[in-house]
């Protein structure tokens, strides 16, 4: 049974209590659960999550699985955005498994229904629970993030023709091309000015030119400065689930359910028109999981807490800012324009890092970057990167 919205003059407003936020995460779980019980993996996403969002501990230790009534009972008095959020949660835990039953979306599904939301992730869910892959690849295009992307959506990419689709490339666009490169010449300590060392430190090729990454996916390459995350895979993790959270259109949760498919059970083999699928970044990460966890969690809390300081909007879609407008901004300066939190302590234990330290380059755009800086006659400088070389056991 459907439980109805509560009306204005009801609807419960306040962060959840203590208890309130342990009984919503054992609804999630049994929402999640295969037939054998939560994995390990699901457990620690779930407590760890949920207790960033909502800064209470929580224990899914020999917890009693609730029913879809019961979760709709306990949610009667929070509204649709709350509600989604929720089911996005447990959808979340329901997509690392591999092989992921087809009861589970299934029982998603009926967990969604009685709360009146509809998610289109379900659906694709689904499709990868019968083994349909392809299908569910385009269903992420047709009912993601990017369902609504129009010819004419170029104005923050700065492309000099239109995309056909989001994820296209721009190869043959000078004028883009070199608006990248000019961010070389901005003051130390900018935003604009670290983006560049970033691309020159990894050997990334500027968005205009053969080699690049689609101008729509480049975006997400001034949040890893922003948001001061590196560029190893498992911090594309983070970096997606802070822009997939930050945003209140509940369509940008597909870009972090689609991240997950690609690293960690390769359901998606290629997104985002450039990226390819490599499995296991979740689940092999150290402590079983936990480490990936707490951080994609503290990710989420942060983009959670986002707001446009300029503008009052407490929705922030971070693939479509003007980011050349902020480019000579000074990064500090930057995060204080989008309320954009430090690093929580847990996430710096479970191994989070900068572009510019030990850990937040990989081996493969080290020498991209040298390689680069070779071409161009350069001294090469990873502005303090190097890549974390883990002792064989």
């Known amino acids: ?6 009306s204005p003059e009801d609807e419960e407003r306040a962060r959840p209590t203590a208890a309130q936020a342990q009984a919503v995460a054992v609804g999630l779980a049994s929402g999640a659960a295969p037939p054998a019980g939560l994995t390990g993996l699901q457990r620690v996403l779930l407590e760890a ?4 969002l909502t ?8 917890y009693t699985p609730i029913t879809p009534d019961e979760l709709g009972e306990l949610l009667r008095r929070r509204n649709l955005a709350f509600r989604t959020r929720c089911i996005q949660l447990m959808l979340l835990a329901a997509l690392v498994l591999r092989p992921l039953p087809r009861e589970v979306p299934a029982k998603v599904q009926r967990y969604a229904a009685a709360l009146g939301v509809d998610e289109s992730m379900v659906e ?16 992420f295009e047709r009912n993601g993030y990017t369902h609504d992307w129009g010819h004419d959506e170029r104005q923050e990419l700065h492309t000099s023709h239109a995309l056909a689709k989001a994820w296209d490339f721009a190869v043959a666009d000078p004028d883009l091309a070199a608006r990248w490169a000019a961010l070389e010449g901005l003051p130390e300590g900018t935003l604009g ?5 970033m691309y020159a430190a990894r050997g990334f090729v500027y968005p205009g030119l053969p080699g690049s990454a689609p101008p729509l996916l480049a975006q997400h390459d001034w949040v890893h400065v922003l948001a001061d995350y590196g560029t190893t895979v498992e911090c594309e993790l983070e970096v997606f689930a802070l822009i997939a959270r930050a945003n209140d259109d509940m ?3 597909s870009l972090l359910a689609m991240v997950v498919s690609l690293f960690e059970t390769g359901y998606l083999r290629s997104g985002a028109g450039l990226f390819e699928y490599d499995m296991g970044h979740l689940s092999h990460a150290p402590c079983a ?3 990936m966890a707490e951080r994609v969690a503290d990710a ?4 959670a807490w986002c707001r446009d300081e300029e503008t009052g909007d407490a929705s922030v879609d971070f693939l479509r800012i003007d980011w050349f407008g902020l480019a000579d901004m000074p990064i500090e300066d930057a995060r204080a324009r989008f309320g954009l939190r430090p690093r929580s302590d847990r996430a710096l234990w479970a191994g989070s890092v900068t572009p510019w330290e030990t850990g937040g380059i990989s081996p493969f755009q080290l020498d991209a970057g040298r390689a680069l800086a070779g071409r161009m006659g350069r001294t090469y400088d990873s502005f303090g990167a190097t890549p974390l070389v883990v002792p064989r056991p």
């Open 1 to 6: 049974m459907v439980v109805p919205l509560p």
């Open 49 to 52: 999550t949920i207790a960033a």
């Open 55 to 62: 800064d209470h501990p929580i224990d899914l230790s020999g």
């Open 124 to 139: 694709v869910a689904q499709e990868f629970a019968r083994g349909t892959l392809g299908l569910a690849a385009i269903d």
């Open 193 to 197: 000015r670290s983006v560049w060392q």
């Open 251 to 253: 369509h940008g949760f």
């Open 289 to 291: 999981g936990r480490a």
């Open 300 to 303: 989420m809390a942060r983009g």
